[in-house]
Protein backbone atom coordinates (compact mmCIF):
# COMPACT_ATOMS: atom_id res chain seq x y z
CA UNK A 1 0.00 0.00 0.00
CA UNK A 2 1.21 3.56 -0.87
CA UNK A 3 2.35 6.13 1.52
CA UNK A 4 -0.61 8.29 1.51
CA UNK A 5 -2.98 6.19 1.40
CA UNK A 6 -2.16 3.85 4.19
CA UNK A 7 -1.64 7.75 5.81
CA UNK A 8 -5.42 8.45 4.77
CA UNK A 9 -7.14 4.94 6.07
CA UNK A 10 -4.97 5.94 9.24
CA UNK A 11 -6.55 9.40 9.66
CA UNK A 12 -10.08 8.27 8.99
CA UNK A 13 -10.01 5.41 11.54
CA UNK A 14 -9.15 7.88 13.96
CA UNK A 15 -11.91 9.24 16.46
CA UNK A 16 -11.67 11.39 19.73
CA UNK A 17 -13.54 8.58 22.26
CA UNK A 18 -11.35 6.28 20.88
CA UNK A 19 -9.58 3.61 23.46
CA UNK A 20 -5.63 5.36 23.45
CA UNK A 21 -4.05 2.30 24.50
CA UNK A 22 -6.00 0.23 21.24
CA UNK A 23 -5.02 -1.54 18.21
CA UNK A 24 -6.43 1.14 15.55
CA UNK A 25 -3.93 4.37 17.65
CA UNK A 26 -1.16 1.91 17.57
CA UNK A 27 -1.49 0.92 14.42
CA UNK A 28 -1.73 4.61 13.14
CA UNK A 29 1.29 5.85 15.68
CA UNK A 30 3.49 2.46 13.89
CA UNK A 31 2.75 3.90 10.59
CA UNK A 32 3.88 7.50 11.53
CA UNK A 33 7.04 6.07 12.85
CA UNK A 34 8.35 3.71 9.69
CA UNK A 35 6.71 6.96 7.46
CA UNK A 36 9.38 8.95 9.14
CA UNK A 37 12.08 6.62 9.14
CA UNK A 38 11.54 5.68 4.96
CA UNK A 39 11.20 9.46 4.37
CA UNK A 40 14.70 9.99 6.12
CA UNK A 41 16.04 7.73 4.07
CA UNK A 42 14.09 9.09 0.64
CA UNK A 43 15.11 12.94 1.48
CA UNK A 44 18.12 14.10 -0.66
CA UNK A 45 18.26 17.31 1.81
CA UNK A 46 20.62 15.64 4.35
CA UNK A 47 19.31 18.57 7.16
CA UNK A 48 15.88 17.43 6.61
CA UNK A 49 16.80 13.51 6.30
CA UNK A 50 18.27 14.60 10.32
CA UNK A 51 15.18 16.03 10.94
CA UNK A 52 12.99 13.02 9.68
CA UNK A 53 15.22 11.04 11.87
CA UNK A 54 14.52 13.14 15.47
CA UNK A 55 11.00 12.99 14.18
CA UNK A 56 11.03 9.73 14.12
CA UNK A 57 12.39 8.68 17.20
CA UNK A 58 9.76 11.13 18.93
CA UNK A 59 7.16 9.09 17.04
CA UNK A 60 9.05 5.66 18.73
CA UNK A 61 9.29 7.21 22.14
CA UNK A 62 5.54 7.78 21.76
CA UNK A 63 5.10 4.46 21.03
CA UNK A 64 6.53 2.55 23.17
CA UNK A 65 4.05 4.08 26.38
CA UNK A 66 1.32 2.58 25.31
CA UNK A 67 0.19 -0.15 26.85
CA UNK A 68 -1.58 -1.58 24.12
CA UNK A 69 -2.68 -5.43 24.41
CA UNK A 70 -2.82 -5.80 20.63
CA UNK A 71 0.70 -4.63 20.02
CA UNK A 72 2.15 -7.84 18.57
CA UNK A 73 -0.78 -8.74 16.28
CA UNK A 74 -0.54 -5.16 14.42
CA UNK A 75 1.55 -5.16 11.35
CA UNK A 76 1.92 -2.55 8.48
CA UNK A 77 2.73 -3.06 5.18
CA UNK A 78 4.54 -0.35 3.43
CA UNK A 79 5.83 0.04 -0.17
CA UNK A 80 8.92 1.50 0.58
CA UNK A 81 9.88 2.14 -3.06
CA UNK A 82 6.65 4.17 -3.32
CA UNK A 83 8.76 7.55 -1.26
CA UNK A 84 10.32 9.39 -3.76
CA UNK A 85 11.11 12.61 -3.85
CA UNK A 86 7.86 13.88 -5.93
CA UNK A 87 5.94 12.36 -3.04
CA UNK A 88 7.80 14.35 -0.09
CA UNK A 89 5.10 16.97 0.37
CA UNK A 90 1.95 14.68 0.14
CA UNK A 91 3.59 12.40 2.52
CA UNK A 92 4.90 15.20 4.55
CA UNK A 93 1.54 17.13 4.97
CA UNK A 94 0.03 13.31 6.13
CA UNK A 95 2.30 12.26 8.53
CA UNK A 96 1.59 16.06 10.30
CA UNK A 97 -2.06 15.82 10.01
CA UNK A 98 -1.82 12.18 11.86
CA UNK A 99 0.26 13.64 14.40
CA UNK A 100 -2.14 16.77 14.67
CA UNK A 101 -4.92 14.05 15.13
CA UNK A 102 -3.22 11.79 17.43
CA UNK A 103 -1.98 14.74 19.66
CA UNK A 104 -5.78 15.46 20.28
CA UNK A 105 -6.63 12.34 20.72
CA UNK A 106 -4.36 11.78 23.37
CA UNK A 107 -4.91 15.40 25.21
CA UNK A 108 -8.34 14.36 25.18
CA UNK A 109 -8.33 11.07 26.78
CA UNK A 110 -5.56 12.49 29.55
CA UNK A 111 -8.61 14.75 30.68
CA UNK A 112 -11.20 11.89 31.14
CA UNK A 113 -11.52 11.83 35.20
CA UNK A 114 -12.46 8.11 34.64
CA UNK A 115 -9.71 6.77 33.49
CA UNK A 116 -7.12 5.35 35.42
CA UNK A 117 -4.38 8.38 36.57
CA UNK A 118 -1.05 6.35 35.39
CA UNK A 119 -3.06 5.98 31.86
CA UNK A 120 -4.08 9.49 31.98
CA UNK A 121 0.06 10.84 32.86
CA UNK A 122 1.14 8.24 30.36
CA UNK A 123 -1.31 10.03 27.59
CA UNK A 124 -0.34 13.75 28.55
CA UNK A 125 3.65 12.24 27.88
CA UNK A 126 2.41 10.88 24.55
CA UNK A 127 0.95 13.90 23.18
CA UNK A 128 4.22 15.98 24.63
CA UNK A 129 5.98 13.25 22.97
CA UNK A 130 3.88 13.98 19.59
CA UNK A 131 4.65 17.93 20.13
CA UNK A 132 8.33 17.21 19.66
CA UNK A 133 7.64 15.28 16.80
CA UNK A 134 5.79 17.81 14.42
CA UNK A 135 8.38 20.68 15.61
CA UNK A 136 11.41 18.33 14.74
CA UNK A 137 9.55 17.97 11.09
CA UNK A 138 11.45 19.73 7.79
Given at each position: MNATTLLNNARTTLHDHQDPDGPAVYAALLIAVH???????ATPDHAAACAWDFCALAL???LQTLSSPSRDRVAVSIDH???TDSSLDAITEGIRALIGQLTHLFRHASTDPSEPAQRRHAWT????RLDRAAAEMP
Amino acid sequence: MNATTLLNNARTTLHDHQDPDGPAVYAALLIAVHLAEHTAAATPDHAAACAWDFCALALNETLQTLSSPSRDRVAVSIDHDAITDSSLDAITEGIRALIGQLTHLFRHASTDPSEPAQRRHAWTGAASRLDRAAAEMP
